[in-house]
């Protein structure tokens, strides 16, 4: 699989593959996540997130977690997890965005 | 907090379905739980999350998808159904638009129908609305009264009145915000460049232009300091007049013009539909000082709140406060628009009706064949609907249908409307004031457009609605050409196109009525022959003895010239009603009488044809320095000297008995004129010799044996060779003067007839429409018949009997309506009783006929009903 042909990611998307890289997690999760991680500045919006799930999802780069419901409280929430392939596209994604990360950050320090 | 949820949730509605089934419930608990955990920015949430949501919507519907640019291996897989390009508005569009063209007839008709309707309705709203709204150009008419004193005599002259100005009356200023004195009737000449003439102006107080409201479209109004004694010589001008006669010389602000010999300064231009008071078009200010002697005229502008009734208390107490205690009576107030319209308000009412019963009539058709298409589409709706079309669906696809359908026959219609204005214009004969423009104002077109757009949603609503969805299966299985299916429509069809006979009946009688009472004017007695007889105005400036003189040359020199037998002057044309009122006072009675008059010479009695039927006729010895003297006309001495020889009593002219020198002696009786009206009972009326009087504007009246033509050409050279510098106005035959006075009359009777035949056209095509869907519907039915040996003359008489019925019943509902309601018209009839007869049963025969025609083309396909095929297709 060429996974060049999903580059490149929108900002949203590679923000839902990067936190999902992490562990699996249902969508609000994701949001807080992002929201730790960032620093308060490019927080999507729920319905960018979901629709950025809907996506990923159609594209194989995630899918709905195994185990289907994360948590007791609330039996609509699913989990999702990152795919192989998803996996490969993050880096990738990681990988064509560093040199310009580097540059700025030589340019700015 | 609910009401959070709940937003968020109808904004989520509007997702497309595959979205909300996929993770409408998870993002909407996501939006939950953000809510509860942003506890102190819960706002700022609800803001950023309703924001985002809305945002993303267009992008869900019509976005690019990423998945159609690059996934192509797993596009399979994503969804089911291909992704739609277009919305689903657009493809009810599209569906609809295909729908038309799989059946141009219904649709034609549809739209034909509309188009028929509505431009009927745009093309004489525009025509009426001009007759009857136009000549108010005022800002907030409603405010504006005219103010009117008869017999006032104030407190101190005898038989004038010297009050001082109105608006420095006691006690005014508190009902009225403005007041604004003027003289009108008053005709300048204008004797700059080669040709003089006479144009109709006023005289007007400084504040006039601010009373009415109206603004100039060149220059400026009058100055406060410019009016009274002293008052500079400026005039302002209509648009009409500057744009003629002026050429629209750009630099007439500051220029002078000429009249009677003074220059004059234009200071303004006034737009060309402004002509008030008295169809002006020239204005000057007033130049009265403290207690001119004048006639009170003057338009106020009621303060706010204030109601007429007050403003007329307001002016008596005035008056009364000033002396005039003898007064108070005689001055009054009436609406600006009740003046200029007198007893039109009838008519404007009636016109209303009519136009909305045609509209009903096009709006009844449009149900009724919306109703025979969701008859002939029952079958495949209902495949539909088995097949798992939702029923929200079908409803939208049938409004967007009928919306459509509407938009494009309003659209039609309106433009029929505009080009059938100009059509009508250019067949009606120049008998309509130039100033009358005709166009169609904005509200018009925006009423109109909303009743077609409400009429589209109505019409494909409540058919889609009325079809369950239980009854569709059952169709399904019944199969679509069963006998009995239709049964119940038909049934609420019928009684749809019954009432349409109705409703065009009732306009057609009234169109009728009008017709008939019009054919009665053109005919009526007029109390003198109008054929043969040409007519110019000869008005001179000069006066007294040179003018008189001067008439005498005319008379004497047009008698002198072949092809005229007779020769006479008058100061206005018996054109119908003569609106010129005179207060005679009556020795006998001791008291005033309004009679109606005119100022005549001797000549004028032969050649009109009004016998002389006792007494002496005017001489040339009748002048202002011989005593006074008038003639009556018979209705004046029967109803004030009834059984009684008039010749020798006398008149005095006001209110209170004249000075000796000043009475009147009556020197003939002469028979009556039709003054009130051609063809209505004559009124009293007084003449007086127009030599005894300061009036210099005469008609001079020939009858001639020439052609009229020619006659008119001679009539006009004659006049020119005594005084090429007097100008003459309004020349024409008097039939053409009599036609141009009363051109309303003709006009809207030809308005209403056209109203009439568009209505009796939708019903024929109701009737058609309910006839051929019945045909159809029935062919199965018919067939058996054909086949096991009826005769398809039989039954085809069979199903025009059937639209006799309904057209009986519509038809007996029509005249019930009309008979009932046609008393409103009885203001506009002439010598025609709002039942008359001749009008009903004309019309009932014309109606009943065209019903029968339309059902009849039809019932033909009887004829060629071929049973294999029919019984072949079920």
């Known amino acids: 699989m060429n996974v060049d042909q999903f580059l490149p990611l929108r900002p949203v998307e590679f923000q839902v593959l990067a936190s999902l890289s992490q562990g699996n997690r249902h969508g609000y999760a994701i949001l807080q996540e992002i929201e730790e991680r960032g620093e308060g500045g490019a927080v999507p919006g729920l319905a960018t997130l979901y629709r950025a799930i809907v996506r990923l999802e159609k594209e194989t780069l995630i899918s709905r977690a195994e185990n289907g419901v994360a948590s007791v409280d609330d039996e609509r929430r699913r989990v999702y997890s990152i795919t192989p392939l998803g996996k490969d596209v993050v880096k990738a994604e990681a990988r064509r965005l560093a040199p310009m990360v580097d540059l700025v950050k030589g340019a700015t320090t | 907090m609910r009401s959070a949820h709940l937003l968020y949730r109808i904004v989520l509605s509007l997702y497309p379905k595959r979205f909300r089934t996929n993770v409408g419930p998870e993002l909407f608990a996501a939006f939950k739980r953000g809510l509860d955990d942003n506890e102190t920015g819960r706002i700022s949430f609800l803001a950023k999350e309703l924001g985002d949501l809305l945002l993303n919507l267009p992008a869900e519907w019509w976005g690019r998808r990423p998945w159609l640019r690059r996934a192509q291996p797993y596009s399979a897989r994503s969804y089911q159904r291909a992704p739609r390009l277009f919305p689903p508005l657009v493809t009810d569009f599209r569906i609809a638009i295909r729908g038309f063209l799989r059946r141009p007839g219904f649709a034609s008709a549809a739209i034909l129908t509309f188009a028929l309707g509505i431009g009927a309705n745009t093309a004489v709203f525009a025509l009426l609305h001009t007759i009857l709204f136009d000549p108010l150009p005022f800002r907030d008419v409603d405010r504006l009264a005219l103010i009117e004193g008869n017999h006032m005599v104030g407190h101190a002259n005898e038989g004038a009145t010297v ?22 009737d008053v005709r300048f000449l204008l004797d700059g460049g080669d040709v003089p003439e ?180 029952r079958h495949e709706l209902a495949v539909r609907a088995s097949l798992g079309a939702s029923r929200a669906r079908l409803v939208r696809e049938m409004v967007t249908e009928s919306l459509l359908l509407a938009a494009i026959g309003g659209a039609l219609g309106i433009a029929v409307g505009w080009f059938g204005r100009d059509l009508i214009l250019a067949a009606l004969p120049n008998d309509i004031p130039p100033y009358f423009t005709f166009e169609i104002p904005a509200h018009v077109l925006l009423t109109l457009g909303s009743i077609v757009l409400a009429s589209g949603v109505f019409f494909g609503l409540v058919p889609a609605l009325a079809a369950r969805s239980s009854d569709l299966q059952g169709m399904l299985a019944a199969g679509s050409r069963s006998l009995s299916a239709g049964k119940p429509r038909r049934r609420l069809w019928s009684s749809l196109v019954a009432t349409e006979i109705a409703l065009a009946l009732t306009v057609l009688i009234c169109a009728n009525l009008l017709v008939k009472s019009l054919v009665h004017q053109i005919g009526a007695e007029k109390g003198f022959d109008a054929t043969n007889l040409v007519t110019v105005e000869a008005s001179p400036d000069f006066w007294g003895e040179p003018l008189w003189e001067y008439y005498a040359r005319v008379t004497e020199e047009i008698s002198a010239t072949a092809g005229f037998t007779a020769v006479g002057l008058c100061q206005w044309l018996d054109t119908g009603e003569n609106y010129h009122w005179w207060s005679a006072y009556v020795e006998e009675l001791g008291e005033v009488r309004d009679v109606r008059y005119q100022r005549t010479d001797p000549g004028y009695f032969a050649a009109m044809g009004i016998p002389l039927l006792g007494g002496r006729n005017f001489n040339n010895h009748d002048t202002y320095k011989s005593p006074r003297v008038l003639m009556v006309n018979e209705t004046f001495a029967e109803r004030y000297w009834p059984g009684e020889n008039p010749v020798g009593k006398r008149l005095g002219r006001g209110s209170v008995p004249p000075s000796e020198q000043d009475w009147h002696e009556v020197v003939a009786l002469v028979a009556d004129v039709h003054n009130a ?85 939708l019903a024929a095509t109701g009737v058609y429409g309910l006839v051929t869907f019945t045909v159809t519907q029935r062919s199965r039915d018919l067939a058996i018949r054909v086949a096991v040996g009826a005769n398809s003359g039989v039954l085809q008489r069979m199903v025009v009997r059937e639209s006799l019925v309904l057209a009986i019943s519509g038809v007996l509902a029509g005249v019930i309506v009309a008979a009932v309601g046609m008393r409103l018209v009885v203001s506009l009839l002439f010598l025609v009783g709002p039942r008359d007869l001749t009008v009903y049963l004309l019309s009932v025969a014309v109606m009943t006929t065209t019903v029968v025609l339309a059902s009849y083309g039809p019932a033909r396909r009887i004829v060629r009903l071929d049973p294999m095929t029919v019984l072949g297709r079920e």
């Open chain 2, 163 to 184: 009050y001082p100005r109105m608006r420095e009356w006691p006690g005014l200023e508190r009902a009225f915000s403005g007041i604004s004195e003027f003289g009108s």
């Open chain 2, 198 to 377: 006479r144009v109709q102006g006023a005289l007007v107080s400084a504040n006039f232009l601010e009373v009415v409201g109206v603004d100039p479209v060149l220059g400026r109004g009058f100055l406060p300091a410019e009016e009274g004694l002293g008052a500079p010589d400026i005039v302002l001008l209509s648009e009409s007049l500057w744009r003629g006669r002026l050429g629209a010389d750009p630099n007439i602000i500051g220029n002078s013009i000429s009249i009677a010999g003074e220059p004059h300064v234009v200071v303004g231009v006034l737009p060309d539909h402004f002509r008030f008071p008295l169809g002006s078009v020239i204005w000057v200010p007033t130049e009265w000082g403290e207690g001119t002697l004048r006639h009170l005229e003057a338009v106020g502008r009621l303060a706010p709140g204030v109601s007429l009734s007050l403003g007329i208390t307001s002016l008596r107490d005035a008056v009364e406060s000033m002396g005039g205690r003898g007064d108070r009576e005689n001055i009054g107030a009436v609406s600006l628009r009740d003046w200029i319209f007198g007893g039109q308000k009838a008519p404007v009412f009636i016109f209303y009706t009519v136009v909305s019963l045609v509209l009903a009539v096009a709006c009844l058709n449009v149900a009724s064949l919306f109703l025979a298409r969701n008859e002939t589409r």
């Open chain 2, 677 to 761: 009206g051609f063809g209505r009972a004559a009124e009293p009326q007084v003449y007086l010799p127009y030599n005894q009087s300061g009036l210099s504007e005469l008609n001079v009246i020939a009858r001639t044996t020439l052609e009229t033509s020619t006659a008119l050409r001679s009539l006009r050279q004659t006049i020119r060779s005594i005084d090429p510098t007097v100008p003459q106005v309004n020349s024409s035959t008097m039939e053409q003067a009599i036609r141009q006075a009363n051109w309303q009359v003709p006009f809207a009777t030809w308005a209403f007839g056209l109203l009439s035949i568009i209505a009796l056209v």
